[in-house]
């Protein structure tokens, strides 16, 4: 959107924040809402964790080691980040600041602690919870991705449901039954949101030229 003369700054972009279990189908519902188009920038985050079979180091994750980690930590280059299943994960605070300064819409795919202290910094943000079907459900999906050992699929169902019932914090509920529909009800969200944010922007625009 254009500047009003000499008055206010370039709209800033939505935050959007999804998160819920691991296996519950963030990574592939973020895959198809990318393949939509929906004027999405999608964070990157930063693990210790090992790629996986495929990752690629700057796409899936940016890969460090747990010191080199510590130093983002130490030099406040993290807007949020969780120690989760023996490991840090976290998100490059400045990529996501740049975006939103740029009037650009960004979407953070990250677990239910990081999420809420994202919250605390963009209370402003959009947030929404990915549910399963069932907890059955979601134990066979995590487990038939085939990715992880039995120790950690046991760390990771034992905090679901305790990451589930955090559930009240969020702004919208999405079940994951079908991706399709999943993306579906969340590119309504973005949609829907986008238009607030420009209606309240349009608003102070005009209320901006009577005044001035
Ligand atoms: N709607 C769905 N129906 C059936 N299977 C699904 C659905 N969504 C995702 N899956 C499958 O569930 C598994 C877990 O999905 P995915 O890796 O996207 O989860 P995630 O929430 O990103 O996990 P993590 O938080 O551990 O990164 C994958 O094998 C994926 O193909
Ligand atoms: N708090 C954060 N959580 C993140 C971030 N990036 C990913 N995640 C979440 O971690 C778990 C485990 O991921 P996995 O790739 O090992 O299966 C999952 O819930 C991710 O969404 C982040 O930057 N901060």
């Known amino acids: 959107m254009t500047n009003n003369t000499n008055t206010m700054e370039r709209e800033?972009?939505?935050?959007?924040?999804?998160?819920?279990?691991?296996?519950?189908?963030k990574g592939t519902v973020c895959a198809a809402l990318r393949k939509m188009n929906l004027d999405l920038v999608y964070s990157v985050s930063?693990?210790?964790?090992?790629?996986?079979?495929?990752?690629?180091?700057?796409?899936?994750?940016?890969?460090?080691?747990r010191e080199q980690?510590?130093?983002?930590?130490?030099?406040?280059?993290?807007l949020e980040y969780a120690e989760y299943d023996g490991n840090y994960y976290g998100t490059p605070r400045r990529f996501v600041e740049d975006t939103l300064k740029?009037?650009?819409?960004?979407?953070?795919?990250?677990?239910?602690?990081?999420?809420?202290k994202v919250?605390?910094?963009?209370?402003e943000g959009v947030f929404i919870f990915l549910l399963p079907p069932s907890l059955d459900e979601l134990h066979n999906r995590i487990t038939t991705?085939?990715?992880?050992?039995?120790?950690?699929?046991?760390?990771?169902?034992?905090?679901?449901?305790?990451?589930?019932?955090?559930i009240e914090h969020y702004d919208y509920a999405v079940v994951n039954d079908e991706v399709e529909k999943?993306?579906?009800?969340?590119?309504?969200?973005?949609?829907a949101e986008r238009c607030k944010q420009e209606r309240i922007y349009t608003k102070l625009m005009q209320w901006i030229g009577e005044v001035t």
């Open 46 to 65: 930063a693990t210790t964790r090992a790629p996986r079979e495929g990752e690629v180091d700057g796409i899936n994750y940016f890969f460090k080691k």
């Open 119 to 123: 919250k605390q910094k963009f209370p």
């Open 69 to 78: 980690f510590e130093h983002m930590i130490a030099n406040d280059e993290l």
């Open 12 to 25: 800033q972009g939505v935050l959007i924040v999804l998160s819920g279990p691991s296996g519950v189908g």
């Open 145 to 166: 991705r085939g990715t992880n050992s039995v120790e950690s699929i046991r760390n990771r169902m034992s905090v679901a449901a305790d990451e589930i019932r955090l």
């Open 182 to 191: 999943a993306c579906d009800k969340i590119k309504s969200i973005v949609v």
């Open 102 to 116: 740029d009037g650009k819409n960004i979407i953070l795919e990250i677990e239910v602690q990081g999420a809420l």
